[in-house]
T-cell receptor
Framework: RKEVEQDPGPFNVPEGATVAFNCTYS??????FFWYRQDCRKEPKLLMS???SGNEDGRFTAQLNRASQYISLLIRDSKLSDSATYLC???????????FGKGTKLSVIP | EAQVTQNPRYLITVTGKKLTVTCSQN?????MSWYRQDPGLGLRQIYY???????DKGDVPEGYKVSRKEKRNFPLILESPSPNQTSLYFC???????????FGPGTRLTVT
């Protein structure tokens, strides 16, 4: 069974902290990877795509390690508005199936 | 405004009464997908469609049907709903599986 595993948390961090999430995937043929953010009872929204070379968007940095089959998300200078559940997603090679992790809950505390 | 719409947003029904949840996107996306989200289980893919008249099963297709007669619409059909199908359902679309998926607002279904 192809799976994506995440630490469910919750991660409770103070404002301004740096927090890192890891996600592992079991399908070595997976080609596309994403981080989504989901607020309570709302639809998921794309936070970042994850590229082999790594990518950064402001306070957010995503990394992909194919050899170890894990993806990471780093959030620097955490804001209260970063409080949400973060979902890791992997797709299969030649397949349109997408597999979501169960999500990691982050609470940023004043 | 580019969006994915779902209807109804909330539905309470009884076991065995056929229902359809509609999904429509106005972005000319080829790829559409249905998910259900349950506490402790996360988002699980039910069915997906790569284009008109092309659909395939996801991880949890049992008890569901879909159709893709037009590019913009991808309805989810529950022929005989059961209580274990009580869940939060999301429809999503994208140009391609490797690109960002846009999610609808969700449909909260309760089957009694």
């Amino acid at each position: 069974r192809k799976e994506v595993e995440q630490d469910p948390g919750p991660f409770n961090v103070p404002e301004g902290a740096t927090v890192a999430f890891n996600c592992t995937y079991s399908n070595s043929a997976s080609q596309s990877f994403f981080w989504y953010r989901q607020d309570c009872r709302k639809e998921p929204k794309l936070l970042m795509s994850v590229y082999s070379s790594g990518n950064e968007d402001g306070r957010f940095t995503a990394q992909l390690n194919r050899a170890s089959q894990y993806i990471s998300l780093l959030i620097r200078d955490s804001k209260l508005s970063d409080s949400a559940t973060y979902l890791c997603v992997a797709s299969g090679a030649g397949s349109y199936q997408l597999t979501f992790g169960k999500g990691t809950k982050l609470s940023v505390i004043p | 405004e580019a969006q994915v719409t779902q209807n109804p947003r909330y539905l309470i029904t009884v076991t065995g009464k056929k229902l359809t949840v509609t999904c429509s996107q106005n972005m000319n996306h080829e790829y559409m997908s249905w998910y259900r989200q349950d506490p402790g289980l996360g988002l699980r893919q039910i069915y997906y469609s790569m284009n008109v008249e092309v659909t395939d099963k996801g991880d949890v297709p049992e008890g569901y049907k879909v159709s893709r007669k037009e590019k913009r619409n991808f309805p989810l059909i529950l022929e005989s709903p059961s209580p274990n199908q009580t869940s939060l359902y999301f429809c999503a679309s994208s140009f391609d599986k490797s690109l960002e998926q846009y999610f609808g607002p969700g449909t909260r279904l309760t089957v009694t």
